[in-house]
């Protein structure tokens, strides 16, 4: 049986343990905040790129993009977004069980030699990834690109994507992240990339307009700008939603950690208290009889 000494140890250890996770908690919710209203500052960017597109694709002109080029998959690419930093659940666990059943649809789909070249991104990933032994697949790390890259270090990472792609190396590139949607619900999406195709126009909500356009320069050069520009704005938007969800996810594990701390110290509290008074009876006890003597 524990001591009074040794519970009042474990009380004041799980009372500490209680501050820290109620103060890792408001840390992570104020990274959440900001990463949503980073997520709302891209959208008129993305809006305005979607809006032309959909301009585009309801023209008589004719236009073209290798980026659009669909062909046989011998070698595909998945970008896998995780997180650097741990404590936040089975935030990198479900992702990678995401990644294994990705693959085997994979292997249905193109056949079981296919050639997979995973691109991870974040430490906890890297790691996950690492560990896989298939001579299929194939691990592509991209110094300076983390969890936490924005801007341009996202902008290059995408030009290194685009580039492999125009030169055959790839004949498809996949990215897999959780999608935010609320501080407790975060889900893994797959989502293609490269080639562009028009389902991915509709996914991020591209319309077609109805109403005639003049376009200068041509429809066929403002397309081939304006592609890349949109695939940028689709990564920045990933990346962005990446990291709202993990620490989204951050801010549910701290809340079960803190709640299953007031668990503890109240039924730590409730033993101490029982022996104390029981210490207490004792004494009174042993006085009682030495009174009777």
């Known amino acids: 049986m524990a001591t009074l000494r040794e519970l009042k140890g474990r009380i004041g250890s799980v009372a500490s343990s209680e501050k820290i996770t109620g103060a890792m908690k408001m840390i992570s919710s104020a990274k959440m905040h900001k990463a949503e209203t980073a997520l709302r500052r891209l959208q008129p960017f993305r809006g305005q790129i979607e809006s032309i597109i959909g301009n585009l694709l309801s023209a008589d002109a004719e236009f073209s993009s290798p980026l659009i080029e669909l062909r046989p998959v011998n070698n595909l690419a998945i970008v896998v977004l995780g997180s650097d930093d741990g404590l936040c659940g089975a935030y990198n666990v479900n992702i990678f069980k995401v990644l294994m059943a990705q693959i085997n649809a994979y292997r249905k789909q193109y056949g079981p030699d296919v050639n997979i ?21 194939h691990m592509k790390i991209v110094e300076g690109v983390d969890s936490k890259t924005t ?143």
């Open 117 to 137: 070249d995973i691109f991870p991104v974040g430490g906890k990933i890297v790691k996950a990834v690492s560990r896989l032994s298939d001579p299929h697949l």
């Open 151 to 293: 801007g341009d270090g996202v902008k290059d990472f995408v030009a290194r994507l685009q580039s492999d792609f125009l030169a055959g190396e790839l004949d498809k590139i996949d990215v897999l992240y959780m999608s935010f949607k609320s501080v407790s619900k975060q889900l893994p999406t797959c989502e293609q990339l490269i080639p562009v195709v028009s389902e991915t126009f509709q996914a991020n909500g591209v319309r077609e307009s109805c109403r005639p356009y003049i376009f200068e320069p041509d429809a066929e050069t403002i397309f081939r700008t304006v592609l890349p520009m949109f695939l940028m704005a689709v990564m920045q938007d990933i990346f962005t939603e990446n990291r709202a969800s993990e620490q989204a996810a951050r801010v549910m594990a701290m809340q079960s950690a803190n709640d299953n701390a007031k668990k503890l110290l109240e039924q730590l509290q409730l033993e101490y208290n029982k022996l104390r008074q029981q210490s207490i009876t004792t004494e009174l006890l042993d006085i009682l009889g030495g009174q009777v003597r």
